[in-house]
């Protein structure tokens, strides 16, 4: 039995009420159109309404933090605040160390921007050896693992909600 992955959710939490942002980058197109799709699918079955699913890209994974930072500060400004943020990257090795250099800083900065914004801000970034991994986290290749954009967009929404209170 596989032991892995995320157990269920502990309640099917309501997201009527929030606005969720999701930021992708456009390297590695296929694979991130995936994730995308499975984190808004998730994000629409628990609630949250497609027009408060707000979309915005940026080059690559490098320019996930600080791309993120300036989504929420505008659409702060814009009197339509964002309660969580999913940036997204898909980042595959290559043959130099430019892959270790950016998943390192990117994990960095996105965990950073949890407590510099004070809102969940989600780590939605594969970070794979082969373009196969990266193909299976994003439900492409039919019966090996799933998609974890939906994972991504679970997470959003409870960690929105849950101590809210
Ligand atoms: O190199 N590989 C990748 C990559 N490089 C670009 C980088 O994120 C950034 O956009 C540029 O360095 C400019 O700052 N970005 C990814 O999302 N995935 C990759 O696999």
């Known amino acids: ?11 099917k939490y309501d997201g009527s009420k929030l606005r969720i942002g999701i930021l992708h980058a456009r390297w590695n197109k296929t694979i ?11 994000l629409e079955s628990l609630g949250v309404k497609q027009e ?3 979309v915005e890209t940026v080059p690559g994974s ?6 993120s930072k300036l989504f929420f500060e505008q659409q702060k ?16 090795k290559g043959s130099t160390m430019h892959f ?11 965990m950073k921007l949890n407590f510099d914004l004070n809102i969940p801000v989600i780590f939605g970034v594969l970070t794979c050896l ?8 994003a ?8 998609n974890h954009g939906e994972d991504w967009g679970a997470a959003a929404v409870e960690m929105a909600i849950k101590f809210s209170d």
């Open 1 to 11: 039995m596989a032991v892995k992955g995320l157990g269920a959710v502990d309640k």
């Open 32 to 42: 991130i159109d995936s994730l995308v799709q499975g984190a808004v699918a998730k």
């Open 52 to 54: 408060n699913i707000v």
């Open 62 to 67: 490098f320019e996930l933090p600080f791309g």
């Open 77 to 92: 400004r814009k009197g339509t605040p964002l309660d969580a943020i999913i940036p997204i990257g898909v980042l595959i």
């Open 100 to 110: 270790e250099y950016i998943c390192d800083a990117t994990t960095t900065q996105l």
């Open 130 to 137: 082969t373009e196969e991994q990266a193909e299976a986290r």
């Open 139 to 146: 439900g492409l290749i039919p019966g090996k693992m799933h």
